[in-house]
């Protein structure tokens, strides 16, 4: 089971289900939402997926058409989405309180990375999203 919260504590949530991957993302959105060089993501299937606490303390952020991003609106800490209709999870990595037991699999978006960064690791690299089989 994987349990995840926000810096200040208010918002909380658990994990219980099959995990997909974890990607990093390059792009200049996630870069300017993280404050970093890439953003990491958990993907998982929604079914286990709940808010123990802080759920009203969860806002969102519409940062480009159909992309919506979670925060908490006490310490800004960026937090999990729900897409597909409720069915599909994305959960920023760095929220993380346990250990997933999954390592990231890919960069995407590497066309728009950060010039002052270099990937480093031999991981596949992909210049927006990887091809669907993948």
């Known amino acids: ?4 919260s926000c810096l200040c504590g208010g918002v909380a949530y658990q994990l219980d289900g099959p995990l997909q991957f974890i990607n990093h993302c390059h792009c200049s959105m996630c870069r300017k939402a993280h404050g970093a060089a ?3 993501f958990l993907h998982a299937d929604a079914g286990g997926f709940r808010w ?3 759920r009203e303390l ?5 940062s480009s058409p159909g992309n919506l991003r979670c925060f908490c ?4 800490s960026n937090m999990p989405v729900l897409e597909d209709e409720d069915s599909h999870v994305i959960i920023p990595a760095g929220t993380l309180d346990n250990d997933p037991g999954l390592k990231p699999t890919v960069h995407i978006f590497c066309a728009s990375k950060a010039p002052w960064f270099e990937i480093t690791d031999a991981l596949p690299r992909f210049d927006e999203f990887p091809p669907d089989d993948f």
């Open 52 to 54: 123990l606490r802080g």
């Open 73 to 76: 609106r006490v310490c800004g």
């Open 38 to 40: 890439f953003a990491s």
């Open 58 to 62: 969860v806002h969102s952020y519409a």
């Open 1 to 4: 089971m994987i349990h995840g």
